[in-house]
């Protein structure tokens, strides 16, 4: 267990909806990081907040957002789906930033877009 | 543009054997980190080891260890004698020391025969 928690495990929605991954970091860890894992794209890396502010920004479509609140959780948001946005998705947690932290990878959440 | 290339797909090795999983990678960078990752049927993504560009020394944990050749730009990981709780996808990654942004690699998928 990496203490890394995500919510929910899977989710199955339908084109043209909106869902909302609810990732929760580490004790003590200020970075938030998403990543989505695709059978065509592989791992590849969303999003970075760091104390609640963006930080670094990867391949990440505009239909997709996200935000890490006061509490260091941080949500992903969504919408407009499209059938290749099923993927899992994870979240990963570090104690810093720029530095070469461990990411600690949580469970991820599986997303079917039917 | 970083790049990280992992040229077997599939591998299988036999248990107790040692297997050589390969990985390349492209930078201009001199700074930077390198990690293999594990990611067993359960989809946990899972720290294997990490190795500090700036280190000539290879990385070891337990029966995990790897072969940095920095000039070549090569990352491999040995496993020793190799146990069914092995069989995994191993990502190998790569982190620029001044953001966290990981590049992985498309994956080796390892069996592990009885």
């Known amino acids: 267990d990496s203490g890394v928690t995500q919510t929910p495990k899977h989710l199955i929605t339908a084109t043209g909806q909106r869902v909302t991954l609810r990732c929760s970091p580490r004790?003590?860890?200020?970075?938030v990081y998403w990543y989505q894992q695709s059978l065509d794209q592989g791992l590849q890396f969303l999003i970075q907040?760091?104390?609640?502010?963006?930080?670094a920004k990867g391949n990440i479509l505009e239909r997709f957002s996200a935000q890490q609140f006061p509490d260091l959780h941080s949500e992903l948001n969504l919408s407009s789906l499209e059938l290749g946005d099923s993927a899992l998705y994870f979240c990963?947690?570090?104690?810093?930033?720029?530095?070469?932290?461990?990411?600690?990878f949580g469970p991820g959440t599986r997303l079917t877009v039917l | 543009a970083q790049t990280v290339t992992q040229s077997q797909p599939e591998m299988s090795v036999q248990e107790a054997e040692t297997v050589t999983l390969s990985c390349t990678y492209d930078?201009?960078?001199?700074?930077?980190?390198l990690f293999w990752y594990k990611q067993p049927p359960s989809r946990q993504m899972i720290l294997v080891i990490r190795?500090?560009?700036?280190?000539?020394q290879n990385a070891t944990e337990n029966r995990f260890s790897v072969n940095f050749q920095k000039a070549a730009k090569s990352f491999s990981l040995k496993i020793s004698d190799s146990q069914l709780g092995d069989a995994a996808m191993y990502f190998c990654?790569?982190?620029?020391?001044?953001?966290?942004?990981?590049?992985f690699g498309k994956g080796t998928r390892l069996h592990i025969l009885p």
């Open positions: 990963a947690s570090s104690v810093g930033a720029g530095v070469g932290n461990e990411q600690f």
């Open positions: 004790s003590g860890d200020l970075s």
């Open positions: 907040y760091y104390n609640g502010e963006e930080r």
């Open positions: 930078t201009s960078e001199s700074d930077y980190y």
């Open positions: 190795q500090e560009a700036y280190k000539q």
């Open positions: 990654a790569y982190l620029r020391n001044r953001d966290d942004k990981i590049i």
